[in-house]
């Protein structure tokens, strides 16, 4: 991605203070779901021996049962990104390790709620959108160079495991963001303007008006969400003319850092993950149960 590709995308970020991370669930508008989620965090052993070796920065251990692995990613990653030792290892620091560590915390999080039915899935996703040219041209088998479309791929996903349906999407990078920006945000958005606009009805099209994205950069995790009206839907698939007002444009808001080594950003992090998972559960239960009384409404 570079600059002009971003601008494309007609996408404003508003600036949230990192000051304001911890108001994240208010302007997520998670409410009850985010109640529940405390609730439910809160009364968990295996969550609360984890938020304790957190804290006294303990070695990895069996003792916080399903939090172990993630536990012991995130020190990994902490110890590789502040390595003092001269002790040559095979591997340096990579993407492949804070990706992991991002999808089994979320995973054990979602673990901590009885009967949810969002998965955590490191599979890497293939998102696609093309212009209304680019069909056309496709179609008729002369593909213009000039012409484009949006590609992205995910760094995992939280799914349905009734229908498989994505409901968020996650991004990982092997150091802190302040490194990547501002290509890394060019590159979210892409992602999730992607994500946006991948045909109705496919396993791999989000909420209709908006996108989450956790994202993990080195010992660093975020959640972003993506604000999409469907005039700017419309726009970009050449059905109606630029939007011309800067609340048709794509808003997106970011909260973080929540730092892997800081107990409270840990215990704060965990609940938005599930408060979203849940509140992707109740939306399927309702998408599901709609869809079974369409054919006897018909009739």
């Known amino acids: ?138 179609q008729a088998k002369a593909i213009d160079s000039r012409v484009h479309s949006l590609s992205c791929e995910t760094d995992g996903l939280l799914e349905s495991t009734a229908t498989g349906r994505m409901y968020a999407i996650l991004e990982a990078k092997a150091r802190p963001r302040k490194k990547h920006e501002p290509k890394v945000s060019w590159q979210e958005t892409a992602q999730m303007v992607t994500a946006a606009l991948n045909e109705r009805g496919t396993p791999k099209h989000l909420h209709p008006g908006r996108v989450i994205l956790f994202s993990q950069d080195g010992d660093e995790l975020y959640v972003s969400e993506a604000t999409i009206r469907a005039g700017y839907i419309k726009h970009m698939k050449d059905e109606r003319k630029a939007p011309t007002r800067v609340d048709e444009f794509v808003k997106v808001q970011q909260f973080g850092p929540y730092w892997i080594q800081l107990r409270e950003d840990m215990q704060y992090f965990a609940k938005l993950v599930l408060a979203v998972a849940l509140r992707a559960s109740q939306e399927e239960a309702t998408s599901v149960s709609e869809h079974r009384l369409r054919p006897r409404e018909a009739c």
């Open 1 to 138: 991605m570079e600059e002009e590709d971003f601008l494309h995308l007609k996408a404003v970020w508003q600036n949230v203070e990192s000051t304001n991370k911890s108001q994240a669930h208010i302007h997520l508008r998670l409410g009850a779901w985010f109640n529940k989620a405390s609730q439910d965090l809160d009364n968990y052993p295996d969550f609360n021996r984890y938020l304790s070796a957190v804290q006294r920065r303990d070695a990895p251990s069996s003792r916080i049962g399903m939090f172990w692995a993630a536990y012991e990613q995130q020190c990994q990653v902490a110890k590789s990104l502040h390595a003092t030792s001269k002790v040559k290892k095979a591997y340096g620091m990579n993407e492949e390790l804070v990706n992991m560590s991002l999808v089994n915390f979320i995973q054990a999080v979602c673990a901590c709620h009885p009967g949810l039915d969002i998965n955590c899935n490191p599979a890497r996703v293939h998102l696609t959108f093309d212009f209304r040219r680019v069909k056309d041209e496709k």
